[in-house]
């Protein structure tokens, strides 16, 4: 259900037909951090980029693939070096026209698929990586989809999520999404008549993005080395490694 006068309307999994319309890729790219954040300082020096191979990033939720373009472009800017990504997600038509959209498919890829879908997720990662002859991303990025992941899989999917694309990436970047805006997603589904059932179960609610950085660091071991300033809607997008 979508809307023509802003409202970007509801869905149940934030696959939003119209979603950059509302939330400007270009200005989300300005609050990312330099090359330092993004590789390690012994991997920064430009005389061993001959003997670096490409920067492999995986972006998960990548909806149609404007910010997932936007991204590229950054980091083979910032990095002085290849980049390799693949997009993901859970949309088919959003997918469709990412790979239509594509002004670089010899360097970005992109897939339909659940990241809790085992089956499908993991065979998805296993053919990009087989095809790098790598084992890892360098990074992974989930911008504003830990919402949906929880809402659709409760506090338990939520944290599979997050532990299984953690063994996946050295680096881990996550913005998530407060709890107000769990309960804005809650009222746009109510008027086209639907609920999310498992919203009134969470235990990570009004806290939710101290209990993921929590679980970030405790559970999984990683370490935060850089938050950026808010975006417009106050979400901040965390770098751990």
């Not at 999994?13 to 993004?38: C, D, T």
């Not at 430009?46 to 373009?69: M, S």
């Not at 059932?197 to 935060?224: A, F, H, N, S, T």
Request: charged letters at 25%.
């Amino acid at each position: 259900m979508e809307h023509r006068d802003g409202d970007p309307g509801a869905v149940q999994y934030g696959n939003f037909m119209n979603y950059y319309q509302f939330n400007s890729a270009s200005e989300r790219v300005k609050l990312l951090p330099s090359a330092n954040i993004w590789l390690p300082a012994q991997q920064l020096d430009p005389n061993l980029n001959a003997e670096i191979k490409p920067y492999l990033v995986l972006d998960v939720g990548c909806n149609c693939g404007d910010f997932t373009q936007l991204l590229h472009s950054f980091l083979e800017a910032q990095l002085r070096r290849p980049v390799h990504l693949l997009g993901v997600d859970i949309d088919e038509r959003l997918i469709e026209r990412a790979q239509l959209e594509n002004t670089c498919p010899a360097k970005i890829s992109y897939a339909c698929g659940d990241v809790l879908n085992a089956d499908s997720f993991d065979a998805i990662v296993a053919s990009f990586l087989q095809q790098q002859q790598r084992d890892k991303f360098d990074a992974i990025c989930c911008y504003s989809i830990t919402m949906w992941i929880h809402l659709n899989h409760h506090d338990s999917g939520l944290q599979r999520f997050l532990s299984q694309l953690s063994r996946l990436a050295e680096l881990f970047v996550v913005e998530p999404q407060p709890w107000k805006c769990y309960l804005t997603a809650e009222r746009r589904l109510k008027r086209a008549g639907e609920t999310f059932p498992l919203l009134r179960e969470l235990k990570w609610r009004l806290d939710v993005e101290q209990q993921i950085q929590k679980y970030m660091e405790q559970q999984l071991g990683r370490q935060i080395i850089y938050e950026s300033t808010p975006t417009k809607w106050q979400r901040r997008i965390c770098f751990y490694r």
